[in-house]
Each structure stands twice: as structure tokens, then as C-alpha cells.
Nanobody, 122 residues
Framework: QVQLVESGGGLAQPGGSLRLSCAAS????????MSWARQAPGKGLEWVSG????????YYADSVKGRFTISRDNAKNTVYLQMNSLKPEDTALYYC???????????????WGQGTQVTVSS
């Protein structure tokens, strides 16, 4: 069955960095776009970043543009989110999600990971 397992979350200081990973299994990883979303306490879901199935195009929310970088390794069935210059407002539960299409444009998502907590605090 399809599994998405996030890791790499934790506590970081403002200005620090973390690298999230999402290990995928149970489907042909290289055929589908992947995205990261986050949910802060008491707030709705925010789409953070997306990447095409072949890695040729990426998307970033304005709130993270220039600080976060999404990438994928189709040989390892893993998508990453490098987070630099972290801010307290980046504190949230971060999820990876599998799209139903190779593109993330207007995509629907059918599988989600369990989430990994990121806390940015001094």
C-alpha cells in the first residue's frame, strides 16, 4: 500500500535550518507530483511547495519563497524540503502529499503522510 513517511522535523532557532524528508513507497514515485503543506496551531492548511514528477518545475508559497527549497530523488523515492532562515511563523506540522498527476497545477491529492512537527523558537 501507499506510504508517505516524513522525517527531519524538530526544534530550530530563528534563522536556523532544517531539512525535511518524505520517503514514499507503494507506487511509482517518479510518475507523480509531490507537495508539502503545513498546518499551524489554530490555522488552516497552507500549501508550502510542490514539485513536478520529474523535478522540472517547482512551486513555493510567497511566505517561504527564497528560504525553502523543494527537491526530489526519484531513485530513492524521496522528496525533500530544505528550510533555511527559519522564522517563528514557520512553526507547524508539515505534511507531504502525493498528487494524482505528474503536475501540481490544479492537482488533487490522494495520499498524505502523518506529518512532522517543526518548531522555531529561541
Amino acid at each position: 500500500q501507499v506510504q508517505l513517511v516524513e522525517s527531519g522535523g524538530g526544534l530550530a532557532q530563528p534563522g536556523g535550518s532544517l531539512r525535511l524528508s518524505c520517503a514514499a513507497s507503494g507506487f511509482t514515485f517518479s510518475s507523480y507530483a509531490m507537495s508539502w503543506a503545513r498546518q499551524a496551531p489554530g490555522k488552516g492548511l497552507e500549501w508550502v511547495s510542490g514539485i513536478y514528477s520529474d523535478g522540472s518545475d517547482t512551486y513555493y508559497a510567497d511566505s517561504v519563497k527564497g528560504r525553502f527549497t523543494i527537491s526530489r530523488d526519484n531513485a530513492k523515492n524521496t522528496v525533500y524540503l530544505q528550510m533555511n532562515s527559519l522564522k517563528p511563523e514557520d512553526t507547524a506540522l508539515y505534511y507531504c502529499a502525493k498528487a494524482l498527476t505528474p503536475s501540481y497545477y490544479y492537482a488533487m491529492y490522494d495520499y498524505w503522510g502523518q506529518g512532522t512537527q517543526v518548531t522555531v523558537s529561541s
